[in-house]
């Protein structure tokens, strides 16, 4: 038994243990250096992030801004073309009217042309 024990303490013996008694090794450049250009890209990474969420909120402003311009342009400009529909609409009613009265103008002088024609007719055929 006392056989079996030493084979046992043997191998545990034979096992490599870390240096410095538990501790981690020291870590390479290699790893500081991944280390440090990682921390770098996430912060970078972190002012991307915040700088396109600000873009977004300014795109977002900008999107209102001018929706309520072009909202504001657009309800001037249909004030302004109805306003001259109306103003249209009022120039056609008294062009409709002028003309309304010019027709029976004309109807009343080609009227009295033909009378003038046929008393000037009787005229000529009594003076023949």
């Given amino acids: 038994m006392a056989e079996e024990e030493e084979e046992v303490e043997g191998g545990e013996e034979g096992e490599e243990k870390p240096a410095g008694g538990g501790e981690p090794p020291p870590p390479s450049e290699i790893n500081v250096n991944l280390t440090s250009n990682a921390k770098f890209v996430a912060s970078k990474l972190d002012d991307l992030y ?58 009343q002088q080609a009227m009295q042309l033909d009378d003038l024609q046929n008393q000037v007719g009787i005229l000529f055929f009594r003076f023949h």
Avoid: W
């Fill in 50 to 107: 915040a700088i396109v969420a600000k873009i977004q909120a300014d795109m977002a402003e900008m999107e209102n801004r001018l929706r309520a311009e072009f909202d504001e342009k657009i309800r001037v400009h249909h004030e302004l073309a109805m306003t001259r529909i109306i103003a249209l609409e009022n120039l056609c009613a008294i062009y409709g009217l002028r003309l309304d009265d010019q027709k029976r103008t004309q109807d």
